[in-house]
């Protein structure tokens, strides 16, 4: 069964580092997501990705947050200079249709010392 | 802002009971509403998706009521086993262009031997 797989699987940076997390989302999908998961919180949404271009992000999403589709199955997030509150589980997910079915991959453990 | 909820926030119960989760959420104007399981330290694992118009959806075990008007949705599990021990999130997308989904805080379930 096709799946949504992200690399690397825990990533540890220094404070004001960039870090490019990766992500391979279902090779027929359209849509694409990022959320985080700060450790004992909500799922949270960052930001969604069609046709090249950004149709939706959160206030979490800020200049510091960009996103790519840089080839035809890469779907990255990158944090320019990361801060101690980036700690956190980063989830992307695809789906076929906009308002359908979201898959997740297992995540990125992001750890910012 | 749409505010999700889940009650309870953790549940125990023998193997081979029926069990309900609950899920609510505070502005009734959702396109779809989604039920993931989540394991420890790993990803988000789709159950069921149901859609506004639609009051259940079945998938083995599993049943998702939505009472979109009350702002309620429901997931029975039937029959518990030790391997559904997981937090069970649901997640609701708003109508429109919206594609962002608003997760609720989880419920957590062990089931006993």
């Known amino acids: 069964e096709p799946e949504v797989t992200q690399t690397p699987s825990h990533q540890v940076t220094q404070m004001g580092q960039e870090v490019i997390l990766r992500c391979v989302p279902i090779?027929?999908?359209?849509?694409f997501y990022w959320y985080r998961q700060i450790l004992g919180q909500k799922v949270e949404f960052l930001v969604s990705f069609y046709n090249n271009e950004i149709s939706e992000k959160s206030e979490i999403f800020d200049d510091q947050f960009s996103v790519e589709r840089p080839d035809g199955s890469n779907f990255t997030l990158k944090i320019r200079s990361t801060k101690l509150e980036d700690s956190a589980m980063y989830f992307c997910a695809s789906s076929a249709l906009q308002g359908g079915t979201q898959y997740f991959g297992p995540g990125t453990r992001l750890t910012v010392l | 802002k749409q505010e999700v909820t889940q009650i309870p926030a953790a549940l125990s119960v023998p193997e081979g009971e029926n069990l309900v989760l609950n899920c609510s959420f505070t502005d009734s104007a959702i396109y779809n509403l989604q039920w993931f399981r989540q394991d420890p330290g790993k990803g988000l694992t789709s159950l069921l998706l149901i859609q506004s118009s639609q009051r259940e959806q079945t998938s083995g075990r599993l049943n998702a009521s939505l009472d979109k008007s009350s702002g309620r949705s429901t997931l029975y599990i039937a029959a518990s086993q030790p391997g559904d021990s997981a937090t069970y999130l649901c997640a609701v997308r708003r109508g429109g262009t919206a594609s962002k989904l608003t997760f609720g805080t989880g419920t957590r379930l062990q089931v006993t031997l």
């Open positions: 090779s027929n999908h359209l849509y």
